[in-house]
């Protein structure tokens, strides 16, 4: 996701289009910044910031949902050109991803490169909460705080610093991680932002969220949120973001010098990102992912950690329901493990999930999901998931015709496929349940396991699909 905009044309149309509804009066005595002296050029942001980049993608599980996708590269490119003018660098490209991790945290790296976490999102109250929490991190890389800060820390040659600022800026458990990754130099944990920089990025993101049409003291209430949550939720934004003292009251002081009539807060996209992301199964947390060996993934629908195939153990007597947020419940063997994905989940036992040539295969479990779908009915749908299917297993071909069945109190579609493992090199026999959403989307549900096996597997199948309950408008259910 490194343009956007090539993919996304009209957001700097649809943004425009949304400002012209709010009005900005900045008033005089508004705080004047002053981005800090900077050793390092405007390029060598943008050379750190591309390198660090490379590195978050190693590391991090990043989302790629195009819906959730454009909805913050539109809020985020919104509040990028609402940077005054001083703070605009011509070299500089504001990029947005969303790390699928269920933490509390969002950072920025020098040159533009934007990572908010799912986790903030699904924390968010309101669009201006989450354009809060940007337009802080925006502010930031517009004062050139990570170079600034590292020239402060240091007198190691630019090469060395550079290669240090990923792991400090993030902070935490991903920001530990990426720093051993590569060569650690003293000064590293000086490079974290200091609390002026944190006054400075408060306060100038108040000013850019007030030249976008946001009301700045949303900002303020988003921070409430993180400090309120403290445990495994808070620290994580804080490690990098320490408070600079009265933040809130601070925020709030700079906010009265603003006057935004009409600013944008509730909007039909932020409520329709809300319901997409809790239709997603259960976002990781960042340790889950570092002890599982980072980001491995090179498919979207695949996400399992990387481990040598074993002895699979047998699928125990007893089932345990897993609940998939707000849209599904399903009962598996009590001693499989749940492994994260993108728009899915995969419950597979010990030995029956590996890593082969790149890629994240199970042998032996059931994975559970949904993806968009603009077909025209559910056999079409279905068709059209196998053809995904396909493209990652050449040899998969579907054993047998379409069986209408019910399961989740509604009507869906059974079939069976057949598959050679990229694991062992043996048949396997797969077995495709499918349903719609309320909004068109395929729910689905796959079970796997080798052929010879299979017969043995078929019952788990079909009892964790029989227990499966959604909740997306169909039906009552205990949710």
């Given at each position: 996701?490194?343009?956007?905009?090539?993919?996304?044309?009209?957001?700097?149309?649809?943004?425009?289009?949304?400002?012209?509804?709010?009005?900005?009066?900045l008033?005089?005595?508004?705080?004047?910044i002053?981005?800090?002296?900077?050793?390092?050029?405007?390029?060598?942001d943008?050379?750190?910031?591309?390198?660090?980049?490379?590195?978050?993608?190693?590391?991090?599980?990043?989302?790629?949902?195009?819906?959730?996708?454009?909805?913050?590269?539109?809020?985020?490119?919104?509040?990028?050109?609402?940077?005054?003018?001083e703070?605009?660098?011509?070299?500089?490209?504001?990029?947005?991803?969303?790390?699928?991790?269920?933490?509390?945290?969002a950072?920025?790296?020098?040159?533009?490169?934007?990572?908010?976490n799912?986790?903030?999102?699904?924390?968010?109250?309101?669009?201006?909460?989450?354009?809060?929490?940007?337009?802080?991190?925006?502010?930031?890389?517009?004062?050139?705080?990570?170079?600034?800060?590292?020239?402060?820390?240091?007198?190691?040659?630019?090469?060395?610093?550079?290669?240090?600022?990923?792991?400090?800026?993030?902070?935490?458990?991903?920001?530990q991680a990426?720093?051993?990754?590569?060569?650690?130099?003293?000064g590293?944990?000086?490079?974290?932002?200091?609390?002026?920089?944190?006054?400075?990025?408060?306060?100038?993101?108040?000013?850019?969220?007030?030249?976008?049409?946001?009301?700045?003291?949303?900002?303020?209430?988003?921070?409430?949120?993180?400090?309120?949550?403290g445990?495994?939720?808070?620290?994580?934004w804080?490690?990098?973001h320490?408070?600079?003292?009265?933040?809130?009251?601070?925020?709030?002081?700079?906010?009265?010098?603003?006057?935004?009539?009409?600013?944008?807060?509730?909007?039909?996209?932020?409520?329709?990102?809300?319901?997409?992301?809790?239709?997603?199964?259960?976002?990781?947390?960042?340790?889950?992912?570092?002890?599982?060996?980072?980001?491995?993934?090179?498919?979207?629908?695949?996400?399992?950690?990387?481990?040598?195939?074993?002895?699979?153990?047998?699928?125990?007597?007893?089932?345990?329901?897993?609940?998939?947020?707000?849209?599904?419940?399903?009962?598996?063997?009590?001693?499989?493990?749940?492994?994260?994905?993108?728009?899915?989940?995969?419950f597979?036992?010990?030995?029956?999930?590996?890593?082969?040539?790149?890629?994240?295969?199970?042998?032996?479990?059931l994975?559970?999901?949904?993806?968009?779908?603009n077909?025209r009915?559910l056999?079409?749908?279905?068709?059209?998931?196998?053809?995904?299917?396909?493209?990652?297993?050449?040899?998969?071909?579907?054993?047998?015709?379409?069986?209408?069945?019910?399961?989740?109190?509604?009507?869906?579609?059974?079939?069976?496929?057949?598959?050679?493992?990229?694991v062992?090199g043996?048949p396997?026999?797969?077995?495709?349940?499918?349903?719609?959403?309320?909004?068109?989307?395929?729910?689905?549900?796959?079970g796997?396991?080798?052929?010879?096996?299979?017969?043995?597997?078929?019952?788990?199948?079909?009892?964790?699909?029989?227990s499966?309950?959604?909740?997306?408008?169909?039906?009552?259910?205990?949710?």
């Open positions: 996701m490194v343009q956007r905009l090539n993919r996304h044309p009209s957001t700097r149309v649809a943004a425009t289009a949304v400002a012209l509804l709010t009005s900005v009066s008033v005089f005595g508004q705080t004047k002053v981005a800090p002296d900077n050793k390092y050029s405007v390029q060598d943008v050379k750190a910031g591309r390198e660090a980049a490379q590195e978050v993608a190693k590391q991090l599980p990043i989302l790629r949902d195009d819906g959730v996708d454009s909805y913050v590269e539109r809020v985020g490119q919104r509040l990028a050109e609402a940077i005054p003018n703070f605009q660098h011509q070299q500089f490209r504001y990029t947005f991803d969303v790390v699928n991790v269920s933490d509390l945290n950072f920025a790296l020098p040159g533009g490169p934007m990572y908010i799912r986790g903030m999102l699904q924390a968010a109250k309101n669009e201006g909460e989450v354009a809060g929490v940007l337009a802080h991190e925006i502010s930031h890389v517009a004062l050139r705080h990570g170079t600034a800060q590292a020239g402060k820390a240091t007198p190691y040659a630019v090469g060395s610093v550079l290669g240090q600022i990923a792991g400090a800026i993030i902070g935490g458990v991903a920001g990426i720093s051993l990754g590569s060569q650690v130099i003293p590293t944990i000086f490079l974290k932002y200091g609390r002026e920089y944190e006054r400075q990025a408060d306060l100038l993101g108040a000013q850019i969220m007030a030249r976008a049409g946001y009301d700045p003291r949303d900002m303020a209430g988003m921070f409430q949120t993180i400090q309120a949550k445990g495994s939720g808070g620290p994580e804080l490690s990098s320490p408070n600079p003292g009265n933040r809130y009251e601070a925020i709030t002081r700079e906010s009265a010098l603003l006057r935004v009539s009409n600013p944008v807060r509730n909007t039909q996209e932020f409520t329709q990102l809300r319901t997409r992301l809790a239709r997603m199964a259960p976002a990781p947390t960042t340790e889950q992912v570092m002890r599982n060996g980072g980001n491995r993934r090179t498919s979207r629908d695949t996400g399992y950690p990387s481990r040598p195939p074993g002895p699979v153990e047998p699928p125990s007597g007893g089932f345990e329901t897993f609940d998939g947020g707000n849209l599904f419940r399903i009962d598996v063997p009590s001693n499989w493990r749940e492994l994260p994905g993108d728009g899915s989940v995969t597979a036992p010990e030995g029956g999930y590996s890593e082969i040539q790149g890629r994240s295969v199970f042998t032996h479990g994975q559970v999901g949904m993806e968009a779908s077909a009915d056999r079409t749908a279905t068709r059209q998931l196998m053809e995904r299917l396909a493209q990652n297993n050449p040899r998969l071909r579907q054993s047998g015709g379409f069986t209408n069945v019910q399961f989740a109190g509604r009507q869906g579609l059974a079939t069976g496929l057949n598959n050679v493992s990229d062992t043996q396997e026999s797969i077995a495709l349940f499918t349903t719609r959403l309320n909004d068109g989307s395929l729910f689905f549900v796959v796997v396991a080798p052929a010879n096996e299979f017969r043995a597997y078929q019952e788990i199948f079909r009892r964790s699909v029989q499966l309950e959604l909740n997306d408008g169909y039906r009552n259910s205990r949710f």
